[in-house]
């Protein structure tokens, strides 16, 4: 009984259409949720959105079998070459959930995930989302402190 089983769940998962999703939300519904709230969204490939608030860029990309979802922004408007790296890891030990570091273009990062594996709902979502804009913001604080200081 157990093989049956195994193998109508595998023809499952084989069958079902391919698409991105965080725990059990669609990666639509995550644009849906985020246009409604008056951000702009851009579905930009299989597993990527790219949302457009104020002078920033969010990358929200939907990772894995879980459906991790990775939130990303570049800073262009800091110059990586003139912050130093103990600045960033001050904030990156102050900050548990979030991360800031200079990537492999020289362009300063800031990063966010959400581990899928328990499942995500859309209130998730829209907390996360808000947690990052606060990230941005603590974090162009967080520089703004180290150069008065």
């Given at each position: 009984?157990?093989?049956?089983?195994?193998?109508?769940?595998?023809?499952?998962?084989?069958?079902?259409?391919?698409?991105?999703?965080?725990?059990?939300?669609?990666?639509?519904?995550?644009?849906?949720?985020?246009?409604?709230?008056g951000y702009s969204v851009?579905?930009?490939?299989?597993?990527?959105?790219?949302?457009?608030?104020?002078?920033?860029?969010?990358?929200?990309?939907?990772?894995?079998?879980?459906?991790?979802?990775?939130?990303?922004?570049?800073l262009f408007e800091v110059?990586?070459?003139?912050?130093?790296?103990?600045?960033?890891?001050?904030?990156?030990?102050?900050?548990?959930?979030?991360?800031?570091?200079?990537?492999?273009?020289?362009?300063?990062?800031?990063?966010?995930?959400?581990?899928?594996?328990?499942?995500?709902?859309?209130?998730?979502?829209?907390?996360?989302?808000?947690?990052?804009?606060?990230?941005?913001?603590?974090?162009?604080?967080?520089?703004?402190?180290?150069?008065?200081?």
């Open positions: 009984m157990r093989g049956i089983l195994a193998i109508a769940a595998a023809f499952l998962v084989i069958c079902a259409p391919v698409s991105a999703m965080a725990g059990n939300l669609s990666k639509s519904e995550i644009a849906e949720t985020l246009t409604s709230q851009q579905d930009v490939g299989p597993h990527t959105l790219f949302v457009r608030v104020a002078d920033y860029d969010i990358r929200i990309d939907i990772i894995g079998p879980d459906g991790d979802i990775s939130y990303r922004t570049w110059d990586a070459s003139s912050v130093s790296y103990d600045v960033l890891n001050q904030f990156n030990n102050d900050v548990k959930f979030g991360r800031v570091y200079v990537d492999d273009d020289g362009d300063l990062t800031l990063q966010m995930d959400r581990n899928g594996a328990g499942g995500a709902s859309i209130e998730n979502i829209e907390s996360d989302f808000d947690v990052f804009l606060m990230l941005i913001s603590s974090f162009m604080d967080h520089l703004e402190s180290q150069v008065v200081a």
